[in-house]
Each structure stands twice: as structure tokens, then as C-alpha cells.
T-cell receptor
């Protein structure tokens, strides 16, 4: 079974803090994605990566950056957390041309 | 700008009813359309559609794609309370490598 894990299920941070969300997949998938999910807005794409060290902006990249130094790991970084970044963050991975597998999500609260 | 629109946003039906969920899209160089089911956790994959007119079926669920009219439908027959979930539609385009965007989802509630 494909396994996608995320470093935390719940996280509470203060405004202005630097926040790291980590995602690891164990199936040698080329593509990895970060989404945020808010009520009524579905999943919105923040960044995605199609290979090691390769990244592309999604629809809402502002306030976020990413890092993919190894194929299995894709990190989302909030440089200076703000209250409007309170959300559920979902990581996904896939083989090119196939369906995505999602991690369990990280519910981030910024106070 | 790439876009995925799902309708209705929410739907309440009685157990045993048949439902049809809609997904329309605008995307550069369409590659595939995917349906996912999300209960109180991460989305799980249902179908991937790449060709028009070919129905994909899994038990009581089925889906079909119309690439000319740019939409897909997801049908669920003889609904059960376990079908209650948010159903998400996603589309992969070729505007840049491997980008996959989602609609806002349809929240389906099945009443016993």
C-alpha cells in the first residue's frame, strides 16, 4: 500500500513564526503536491513538484515556499505565519499520469 | 485561467435514491479528470477518466466524461448512508507539468 505521511496532525503556531510542514511518501512517486482545504473552497493548490529540486507554483503560492531535496520528501514552509493561513493542509503524491494518494492532513491554527 | 466547477454544492437525499453530481472544467490541454470521495479524512480515489463516452463503473458508482462539452458526471444508485461524504472533482491540464486542480466539492448527505 502507498503510504503518505505528514509530520503533524495538529499544529498551533503564533503569528510571525516560521512553520515547517513535512510530507513523506514511500512509493518513489515523481509528483508531490501541497493543498490547503477550507470550508466551501475545496482543495486549493499551493505548490507542486514534478521531480527532485523542481517546483511549480499552484494557484495560491503567496506566503508559502517549498523544498524538495529528496524524492520522498516535500516540505511546505510558511515564512511568517499569519492568521489567514489557519487551515487544513493536505499533501499528495502520485506516479505521473495516475491518481493521487493523500496524507492524513495537518490542521494548522495560527493565533 | 484553469477552473473546475462542481454542482450542486450540497445535496440531501433519502436512502435508496439515485444521485447525479456534476463537474465542468476549463483547462489548458486536458489530460485527465479524477473523482475522489472525502469523508472525515483524506480524499480517496474513485475514478480517472481520460476518454469521452466511456463509462467507468465500480459497484453502485459510475462516471462518464464528455470532452466536447467539458464536463463529467458521477452517478450513485441505491444510495446508502455510507455514501455521505464530500465528492471532489479534479482535472489535470498541461499548462505546466502535472498540475492538478480541484473543484469546491459536492457535500452529499444521505438520510435513512
Amino acid at each position: 500500500d502507498v503510504k503518505v505521511t505528514q509530520s503533524s496532525r495538529y499544529l498551533v503556531k503564533r503569528t510571525g513564526e516560521k512553520v515547517f510542514l513535512e510530507c513523506v511518501q514511500d512509493m518513489d512517486h515523481e509528483n508531490m503536491f501541497w493543498y490547503r482545504q477550507d470550508p466551501g473552497l475545496g482543495l486549493r493548490l499551493i505548490y507542486f513538484s514534478y521531480d527532485v529540486k523542481m517546483k511549480e507554483k499552484g494557484d495560491i503560492p503567496e506566503g508559502y515556499s517549498v523544498s524538495r531535496e529528496k524524492k520522498e520528501r516535500f516540505s511546505l514552509i510558511l515564512e511568517s505565519a499569519s492568521t489567514n493561513q489557519t487551515s487544513m493542509y493536505l499533501c499528495a503524491s502520485r506516479i505521473l499520469g495516475r491518481e493521487q494518494y493523500f496524507g492524513p492532513g495537518t490542521r494548522l491554527t495560527v493565533t | 485561467e484553469d477552473k473546475v466547477v462542481q454542482s450542486p454544492l450540497s445535496l440531501v437525499v433519502h436512502e435508496g435514491d439515485t444521485v447525479t453530481l456534476n463537474c465542468s472544467y476549463e483547462v489548458t490541454n486536458f489530460r485527465s479528470l479524477l473523482w475522489y470521495k472525502q469523508e472525515k479524512k483524506a480524499p480517496t480515489f474513485l475514478f480517472m477518466l481520460t476518454s469521452s463516452g466511456i463509462e467507468k463503473k465500480s459497484g453502485r458508482l459510475s462516471s462518464i466524461l464528455d470532452k466536447k462539452e467539458l464536463f463529467s458526471i458521477l452517478n450513485i444508485t441505491a444510495t446508502q448512508t455510507g455514501d455521505s461524504a464530500v465528492y471532489l472533482c479534479a482535472v489535470e491540464g498541461d499548462s505546466s507539468a502535472s498540475k492538478i486542480i480541484f473543484g469546491s466539492g459536492t457535500r452529499l448527505s444521505i438520510r435513512p
